[in-house]
């Protein structure tokens, strides 16, 4: 099972920008997707970005659309999201997660087996 190990967090203000950095331990190619969640206290992971290994296809929530992006980094297996215009609303701890093959890589958390240990975003006003 893929390992997975999130950097990258941070204390930022309102429009404020951070690089988080989800690093597996096996080729990207192996697993069907590798996809970034969102958490606050007392709340369900919500999935921000997917991107998906076999077609290169990346989507975005509605709400972080136009704001995030996503780099990988493919010599060394990492799965960059990239934050901009950051907003109070995007404060959470950030998770990484990939689905194998068989997984669905849907919007819910069951549709991925391997998860990070994650990394906080805290955005001020």
């Known amino acids: 099972q893929v390992q997975l190990v999130e950097s990258g967090g941070g204390s930022v203000q309102t429009g404020g920008s951070l690089r988080l950095s989800c690093e597996a331990s096996?080729?990207?190619?192996?697993?069907?997707?590798i996809a970034w969640f969102r958490q606050t206290p007392g709340e369900e992971p919500q999935r921000v970005s997917i991107?998906?290994?076999?077609?290169?296809?990346?989507v975005h929530a509605d709400s972080v659309l136009g704001r995030y992006g996503i780099s990988i980094d493919k010599s060394n297996q990492i799965v960059y999201l990239l934050m901009s215009s950051l907003k109070p609303d995007d404060t959470g701890m950030y998770f990484c997660?990939?689905?194998?093959?068989?997984?669905?890589?849907?919007?819910?958390?069951?549709?991925?087996?391997?998860w990070g240990q994650g990394t906080q975003v805290t955005v001020s006003s």
């Open positions: 991107f998906y290994t076999d077609t290169g296809a990346i």
């Open positions: 997660a990939a689905g194998r093959p068989e997984e669905s890589c849907g919007d819910s958390r069951r549709g991925y087996s391997s």
């Open positions: 096996e080729v990207i190619t192996a697993v069907r997707c």
